[in-house]
């Protein structure tokens, strides 16, 4: 049973991480001996070039994949060798994930597609579209509840991908290049909403980007190459 940890514990906890890939003959060193540690309502920037580990980093702190080697504990829990079916659970209740590229279902409406992961943990239909309308809301998309994503801007679809990630009120907003895809404003209104939920809701924000404008929301930006912090 996962419960709140002490603001002074790490929230998120790496230690000594690796990760190697065997394609054919030739073996990868994704992460070499990474240690790192996030701690509660924390909004925390990963960056590096491209080939640096932030990709395997993020996939490691959102329970999409587990370590070679080393240790991950989540809200003080040692995830590193939990089987898929626990880690989808925990991915579930204590993660959003928020992407480039919006990983929206085309089929389904705004509401649709927020009402989607309270699907998953078994909430009643009348609270889950509720809750859903609620957030979008609270994205300022009250008036596009409706729509599919393709009746919506980038911008738009990106602020239905954070009401879906707040949908189970999770402990962790993980976001990957979110204002990737986005032009500058739109980019910016994506980045205060980020913001606003670490301030507001007290979440914890870890955000991979390579855009250095960015990293003037973060509390703290982890430069990492090579697998590896620097």
């Not at 579930?92 to 089929?107: A, D, E, T, Y």
């Not at 579209?129 to 994503?149: Q, S, T």
């Not at 962790?172 to 204002?179: G, Q, W």
């Amino acid at each position: 049973m996962y419960g709140k940890i002490n603001g002074d514990e790490p929230i998120i906890r790496l230690e000594n991480v690796w990760k190697v890939y065997h394609i054919g003959k030739i073996q990868v060193e994704a992460l070499r001996g990474l240690n790192l540690s996030v701690f509660p309502r924390e909004f925390v920037a990963i960056m590096g070039p491209s080939g640096s580990g932030k990709s395997t980093l993020m996939n490691m702190i959102g329970c999409l994949d587990v370590p070679t080697k080393g240790k991950v504990y989540l809200e003080g829990r040692d995830i590193s060798k939990l089987h898929e079916s626990d880690l989808a659970q925990i991915r579930g209740k204590i993660i959003g994930f928020v992407f480039q590229s919006f990983n929206l279902m085309p089929s389904l409406t705004a509401v649709e597609n927020v009402m989607l992961p309270m699907t998953f943990q078994g909430v009643d239909k009348i609270l889950r579209e509720k809750r859903a309308i609620e957030l979008l809301n609270g994205v300022d998309l009250g008036d596009r509840i409706y729509h599919k994503p393709s009746e919506l801007s980038g911008g738009e679809q990106q602020r239905v991908a954070i009401a879906r990630a707040l949908a189970n009120d999770p402990d962790v907003i993980l976001a990957d290049e979110p204002t990737g895809n986005l032009d500058s404003r739109a980019g910016r209104e994506v980045m205060e909403m980020l913001s606003k939920l670490q301030r507001e809701r007290n979440k914890t924000i870890v955000m991979v980007t390579h855009d250095e404008s960015l990293s003037k929301y973060a509390h703290r930006v982890i430069h990492i190459k090579d697998g590896r912090t620097i």
